[in-house]
Each structure stands twice: as structure tokens, then as C-alpha cells.
């Protein structure tokens, strides 16, 4: 019988939708243009070359490897890219992502990427073309609403912080902002910079969306252990009393 | 299910926090529980604080011939400010202050709170008295006690004993250098001079002043505090130096000793070595720090030397709340910020733990949760299971209040600042329900565990490490890691990374033994050390001094201005 993993304990929509986003099976709500993309992460003009970091593997005479033989490169790899990142900060107000999940997301299903997880934004560095198919796969997928969630190189501030009155988060570089229109607009790219042209990142969720596709436990939301007074524990932290009772009694070893 | 305390006593804090930004928006329904608000991006002249600095500036500019603090140089053009820049209130007094006035190079409060710290050294005098009588067959009684403590008043702070034509410190530079002993022998310390003595009776509740005496016994100990202005100019390192040699001088010259015997030799090295008491341990190379600087300086010591709890014994959360603020200031804010790191970042993290009420709030909704279920403070089993159930409640309490009042989760808007203050009130919980400070310390990493489990994000990188992995470490015997947390300190392997934890752990530290109502953590000579009313910081009231220092009505000692032309 071939293994199903199970990725995630719990029966509510943040349960069902960590495991989502953990497995990479994801609803895809917009398909934002490469150009645009690449655009908005700033390392390169649509359309220019790549930069490399050496020639390509092919032209290297890689040493005889097992593990060379085992595993195929990465297209950048192959192609000798940099190292290239994308940057999401998340709102706490019910973003579709959080920084665990899209971490999760890179670390099972991209390949050759390095997640770091932090609690106001969350970063994927790889190989510059990889990087880019992994950030464009992020924007158009559910993972990310273009009002709750946005790339931010530097300067992230924001996750935490109440909305702006048109639900958009706060960006204290406005890197987004919402058009008369309905639509929300990248205007700089990750690091601050203006774009040549404004990119239209399409229209955020409503609230209810935001509200069934989000992975966050919030007591306005799916409750994670009830509210003061009225406790009731989700399958995940029974889970997870579990694995720290584990890790405190290994470390006793008096051995 | 127990619940007793919900008084959101944050509340205050954020309504002086937000007032301002009520008053100009001008909007009748802006309410502290609203989840959208206007940014008016008013920049850095919304703030009077940073009004200062750019005044400051601009006159200095044509004095220094070169560009220095201009905040339109942030973020490619774009100034501090595109939200409101709040003020803080310190927890549990009513002193609101700027940001600016928490980092430490603005607060000369905080300043001496760590020169208090360096520039004190505890010396026995026994040792020394065994040389002089064994050795010597010299006298030692409490008169020639009291006339060698006024000797050594005279000469501590630098003056001459027994050599002509010297130099010597100005007085008034000077003035904080003090030097008292404290002894568990009341018929000795009935003997001394009342203006030499830390009268641990007068100092200390009576059931702590008999623990202490127990402990102390009959031996007795000196008190020294050297001048702040020489650590300021040297460092932690020299305390001992400076007071090993004004202590042999000044036994030299009330016992009437040869200045070159050999006898002189066993004095210097009991008050250097053998009967001295550093604040705090000498780093390994790689930390190129020598004692009495703040990476050494273990938790229990720092629980020890702030002195809440025997002013305020009956409440266990502000005993702890005090040592926290201590802690957070010192090993947040001068070690890894600035001795490790550098910069201005870890003030912002470590502000969380003593502002704004908020750690206060989740810390009394533990005790009273754990009080009305077990009864009291210590009672609880010291078991996995109480840490498992308390620090669920807590953290899961603190979450609440978080999502309940956006406004408060703006005003911690750092996940690391959310991370320590909501695994610190289940820590501290914990330890107090159980007076046990292992057990707080799992309470510690289960709340971070649910923490990130809840909302997808933790703190920095590095929490990955030193929270994810670190419940491995609470009961371990590994030789490295396996001390009980009193003993543990700034440079604990896993420990020396991270802000928003330190200050946190010597509060874990003091919980405990608040929670037992001891007298002391780890160590009672500390405890009656920094009990000396000769101090310049405030130790029994941390945060209010730091209040003080934050709305400038603190004064420090090592003052320059005497011997300066004025500005």
C-alpha cells in the first residue's frame, strides 16, 4: 500500500487547510504574469539574463557522485543561477499563509530551496529561476491574498498591525495599494523601489474568504482552546502536548 | 474552572498609549478593540522625543562640520513614523515614557543599575581576621573592626592610608563608593557602628532576616561598592583590583602592620581570591570578558540582588515582574545588545517585558488561576503535568488578549516580544504554583510550542533553536546544561542567543523561590549585599527607577560635570 502522508492532525478548516498548504495540493485563484512577478522581486529586469554563478553544470565536469547521480539539479542549478529570495509578510488578520505553512510549503514541495521562518515574515532563497517559479506559484496560488499578504524584502512591519481602513495591511513603505478600481496594485518592488509600471495583483478576498481559506487559529476565528472559561482543545494541541512531554522527559538522561 | 482574574490590566496603558492617536483622528467610535484604523503617517515630528533629536541635531551639525542623526535618510527617504509613535508606561507605576528613553544610553537609571552591579565585590572578613590574629597574634575586636571600616571608607573610594605625597580621588566624584558588612552574628553586628552595618533586622521582614542569618551565620562579610566612575572607566574586571588593594592598605594601616611582610600577602589574596565573592563569572575566550561583566552573571544572582521581594513578599508576580525588568534591561539591552550585537534593536524587544502592564496582566491571571486551583502559592505537585496545565491556560489566555485587543498586539508587534512576555507569565505561573523553577522553565517551552502551533510564527530564527528544541534541556544532566535554572546564566549554551529570554529565565529563577516566600534565590549574600541603602539604584523598585531615568528626574552617580568647564 503506497504511504499517504498525513501532514496534519485536526478536523476544522485551519486543520484541513494547514494540510493544504503542507501537501502543495492548492486552489489556484489568479495567474499574475511572469513579467510581473519578476518585477515585483526586483533582482532582475523582465526579461534580462540571468546571473550565474558559474557555467553550467553540464560544462563543469562534476566529479563522479552518487549522491550527483541520485538526485537531478534544480533548472538554476543546472544553469549555474545565484541565490535569489522572495520575501511574504502575512497579516495576523486572518492571511491565508503563515510563516510555518509557507515554510512547510517550500520545504516539502520546492526543491533545492532554503526556508527561514520568522514571526513577521518569511523567506525562500534559491537558485534565481527556481525561485521565481516558486514565488509566482505562492501569488497565484490560495496561499496568498493581495491585501493580506505582500513581498517584502525589507522594512516588513506589518503582520501584527491593525488594518488600514480598506483592508489592505499596513506597509509602512506602501509597496500595495488599492486601486478605485477594487484592484490591489504593486507599486514598488520587495525592497521599496518604484516600479516602471504598477502591477495589478487583481482583488483581495472578501473577509468570509479570507476567513475559510486561512491557517491561523484566532478566538474570532477557529479557536485553538476555547476562550477563558469555556476550554476546549483542538486535536492539534493534544498533538502537540504529546510531542513536548516527549522532548522534556528525553532530555532527562542522568545516565 | 478557576478563573478569577481578568482584570486586562493593559487596558490603562493602552488608552494613554492611543489617546493621541484618538485625539487626531478625531473618530468618536476609535476603541482600543477596533481591527482597522487610519495612518496619518505624520514621520518623526509627531513625536516630542524625536523633535529633540532633530533640534539636537541641527545645532550640532555647524559644531561637528559633518552630517549626523537625520531621519530622512530611513528606508530610502521614507522616516520613522508612518504609524503613531506611542509612549510607554513602565509596568506597575505610572511613569509614561518615550521609547527613546528605554535604551539605555538615554537613561542613566538603567546606566547605574549595571554599574551597581560591576562595581560591587563581596569580601569576607574572616579569613583576613584568622591572618591577623593566627599569624600576627595581632587583636581583632569590634573596635578595631569599626576604626578599620572607617579606614576603609576613607581610603575605598581612592585615598591614601600609609603613603605620603599621593594622589587621591576628589570626594565628590567619588561619593557612592561605600563599604558595609552584614554578619548572621547578632552579637557582633550589635557591636558595630550603625553608619558600617547592613542591619539585616532592619533591612528584612523577620522570618527572612532569621533565614538569612541562618544561612550567613556566623561569618561575616564586606559589602564593597568601589566608585562607578573607575568602572565606567574600566570594567567589571578591576572591582576586585581596586578593592583588594584599598583593603590591604587599610589593613595595613589600622593594624599597624609592616607594609612589605609576608602576612600581606595572605590578605591580598583572600580579597582577591580566596574569600571573594564575584557578581559574576569570567567568560570562556571567545567571549573575552573578565568577572563582573554581565554574560557571567547567573540568574539566581540577579534574582538575588533585586531586593522586591522583602518589600513586597506577599506578592509573588511583583517580585518576579522586578527581577524580569532587571534582567531584560541588563542581559537584553547592554549584553547581547550592545556587548554581543550593538545597535538599538534589543531595546524595542525588551521593552515588552516591563511596559504597558501586559506581562503584569497574564502573570496575576496565572497566579489566580493556580492560587484558586491549588490552593496557594508552592502547592501545586511539581510535575510536567502542572507545567502542562498552567502554561496551556496562560499562554492560552495571553493569545486571547492579543486577538481581542489589536491594539495590544501592535503595541508587542514583534513576535519575539509577543513569544517571551506570553512564555514568561506561563513560566512564571508555573514556578509560583509549584515554588519549583524547573518547572517553570517547562511551562517556558510548552508555551512556546503552543504559541507557534497557534498562529504559524514564533520569534527569530534562532527560536527555532533555543525554543523548539529547548524543552530537551529543562531536566537534562548533560554536563554542560544540566544545572537547575538558578544556576544557569547569560552564557548557558542554548541561552546565549537570543533576546527576550534572559531577563525572562532570572524572573523564572525568582518566581520560585517568591512563590515559597524564601528569603533568597540561590545565594543570601547577595540578597543582603544589595539590601545596602548605600546604593544609588533603587534595586527594591527596578521599574519605577527605570521610570525615572526615562523622565529624567534620576540621578547617577560617576558625574564628570565637577571637573569639566560647564556646557
Avoid at chain 1, 476565528?221 to 482543545?233: E, L, P
Avoid at chain 2, 509613535?85 to 509614561?96: A, I, N
Avoid at chain 2, 602592620?257 to 589574596?269: I, K, R, W
Avoid at chain 2, 517568591?514 to 527596578?542: E, H, Q, S, Y
Wanted: proline fraction near 5%; include cysteine.
Amino acid at each position: 500500500m503506497a504511504y499517504t502522508p498525513q501532514f496534519y492532525p485536526g478536523s476544522t478548516s485551519v486543520g484541513i487547510n494547514r494540510r493544504k498548504h503542507m501537501s502543495g495540493n492548492l486552489e489556484k485563484l489568479r495567474d499574475i504574469p511572469e513579467a510581473d512577478v519578476v518585477a515585483i522581486m526586483g533582482h532582475r529586469a523582465p526579461g534580462a539574463d540571468y546571473s550565474s554563478t558559474h557555467p553550467p553544470l553540464k560544462e563543469m565536469g562534476e566529479p563522479d557522485c552518487p549522491i550527483r547521480q541520485i538526485v537531478a539539479p534544480t533548472a538554476g542549478a543546472a544553469a549555474g543561477d545565484r541565490v535569489r529570495y522572495s520575501q511574504w509578510t502575512d497579516s495576523m488578520y486572518f492571511a491565508p499563509s503563515i510563516p510555518y505553512w509557507r515554510s512547510y510549503w517550500g520545504a516539502i514541495n520546492c526543491k533545492g530551496c532554503d526556508p527561514g521562518t520568522l514571526s513577521g515574515r518569511q523567506i525562500i532563497e534559491a537558485r534565481e529561476r527556481d525561485i521565481e517559479a516558486y514565488t509566482k506559484a505562492q501569488y497565484d496560488s490560495e496561499m496568498t491574498d493581495v491585501a493580506l499578504c505582500s513581498m517584502r524584502g525589507c522594512t516588513v512591519h506589518g503582520h501584527s498591525l491593525r488594518l488600514e481602513e480598506n483592508g489592505m495591511q499596513f506597509d509602512m513603505l506602501a509597496r500595495t495599494e488599492m486601486g478605485k478600481d477594487g484592484n490591489v496594485y504593486g507599486v514598488k518592488d520587495q525592497v521599496g523601489i518604484p516600479l516602471d509600471k504598477k502591477v495589478n495583483l487583481g482583488k483581495p478576498m472578501s473577509e468570509a474568504e479570507a476567513k475559510k481559506r486561512t491557517t491561523i487559529f484566532r478566538v474570532d476565528g477557529v479557536q485553538m482552546c476555547g476562550t477563558v472559561g469555556a476550554r476546549k482543545y483542538d486535536e492539534a494541541v493534544e498533538a502537540l502536548h504529546h510531542m513536548w512531554e516527549l522532548r522534556s522527559k528525553w532530555g532527562y538522561r542522568p545516565e | 474552572m478557576a478563573v478569577k482574574h481578568t482584570k486586562k490590566l493593559f487596558v490603562k496603558a493602552l488608552e494613554k498609549k492611543f489617546a493621541t492617536e484618538v485625539k487626531t483622528i478625531g473618530s468618536k467610535d476609535a476603541k482600543l478593540e477596533g481591527q482597522t484604523t487610519s495612518y496619518l503617517r505624520l514621520g518623526p515630528e509627531q513625536n516630542a522625543r524625536k523633535r529633540e533629536f532633530m533640534e539636537a541635531a541641527a545645532k550640532l551639525s555647524g559644531k561637528r562640520g559633518m552630517t549626523g542623526y537625520n531621519p530622512y535618510v530611513h528606508a530610502g527617504g521614507i522616516p520613522l513614523g508612518q504609524r503613531q509613535l506611542v509612549p510607554y508606561k513602565l509596568s506597575g507605576t505610572e511613569y509614561v515614557v518615550e521609547g527613546d528613553d528605554l535604551h539605555f544610553v538615554n537613561n542613566p537609571a538603567m546606566q547605574q543599575m549595571w554599574d551597581d552591579v560591576r562595581r560591587t565585590i563581596v569580601v569576607g572578613l574572616d579569613m583576613a581576621h584568622e591572618v591577623l590574629q593566627k599569624r600576627l597574634g595581632k587583636e581583632v575586636t569590634p573596635e578595631t573592626i569599626n576604626n578599620y571600616l572607617e579606614i576603609l571608607n576613607h581610603a575605598m573610594p581612592g585615598a591614601a592610608v600609609v603613603q605620603e605625597h599621593m594622589v587621591e580621588t576628589h570626594p565628590a566624584l567619588v561619593d557612592d563608593c561605600n563599604v558595609r558588612v552584614f554578619t548572621g552574628d547578632d552579637a557582633l553586628a550589635d557591636e558595630i557602628d550603625d553608619q558600617y552595618l547592613i542591619n539585616i533586622d532592619k533591612m528584612f521582614p523577620a522570618e527572612q532576616a532569621e533565614a538569612l542569618k541562618a544561612a550567613i551565620g556566623k561569618t561575616s562579610w564586606q559589602a564593597i561598592h568601589v566608585p562607578t566612575i573607575v568602572v565606567r572607566s574600566c570594567d567589571g574586571g578591576t572591582t576586585s583590583r581596586w578593592s583588594a588593594m584599598q583593603l590591604c592598605m587599610t589593613f595595613i594601616d589600622a593594624y599597624n602592620m609592616c607594609a612589605g611582610e609576608a602576612a600581606v600577602a595572605d590578605l591580598a589574596y583572600a580579597a582577591k581570591h580566596a574569600a571573594v565573592l564575584q557578581m559574576s563569572e569570567m567568560l570562556p575566550a571567545r567571549r573575552a570578558r573578565g568577572p563582573n561583566n554581565p554574560g557571567g552573571l547567573s540568574f539566581g544572582f540577579l534574582a538575588d540582588m533585586v531586593q522586591t521581594s522583602r518589600v513586597a513578599a506577599a506578592d509573588p508576580v511583583k517580585v518576579s515582574l522586578n527581577v524580569v525588568a532587571a534582567g531584560a534591561m541588563l542581559y537584553d539591552q547592554i549584553w547581547l545588545g550592545s556587548y554581543m550585537s550593538g545597535g538599538v534593536g534589543f531595546t524595542q524587544y525588551a521593552t515588552a517585558a516591563y511596559t504597558n502592564d501586559v506581562l503584569d496582566d497574564f502573570c496575576y491571571y496565572g497566579a489566580d488561576f493556580a492560587a484558586d486551583k491549588f490552593g496557594g502559592f508552592a502547592k501545586a505537585p511539581a510535575l510536567l503535568d502542572t507545567a502542562k496545565e498552567l502554561a496551556t491556560e496562560v499562554n492560552a489566555y495571553g493569545m486571547e488578549q492579543y486577538e481581542a485587543f489589536p491594539t495590544l498586539l501592535e503595541d508587542h508587534f514583534g513576535g519575539s516580544q509577543r513569544a517571551s512576555v506570553l512564555a514568561a507569565a506561563s513560566a512564571i505561573t508555573a514556578a509560583i504554583a509549584t515554588g519549583h523553577s524547573q518547572v517553570g522553565l517547562a511551562g517556558w517551552y510548552l508555551s512556546m510550542l503552543l504559541h507557534k502551533e497557534g498562529w504559524g510564527r514564533l520569534g527569530f530564527f534562532g527560536y527555532d533553536l533555543q525554543d523548539q528544541c529547548g524543552p530537551t534541556n529543562v531536566f537534562s544532566y548533560q554536563s554542560d546544561e544540566g544545572n537547575p535554572l538558578e544556576l544557569r546564566g547569560a552564557n548557558y549554551p542554548n541561552y546565549a542567543m537570543n533576546v527576550g529570554h534572559q531577563g525572562e529565565y532570572a524572573g523564572i529563577s525568582s518566581a520560585a523561590h517568591a512563590g515559597r516566600m524564601d528569603a533568597f534565590a540561590i545565594n543570601p549574600l547577595i540578597k543582603v549585599t544589595f539590601a545596602n541603602p548605600g546604593l544609588v539604584f533603587d534595586w527594591a523598585d527596578v521599574r519605577a527607577c527605570f521610570g525615572k531615568g526615562g523622565a529624567r528626574e534620576f540621578r547617577a552617580a560617576g558625574d564628570r560635570s565637577l571637573v569639566m568647564p560647564a556646557v
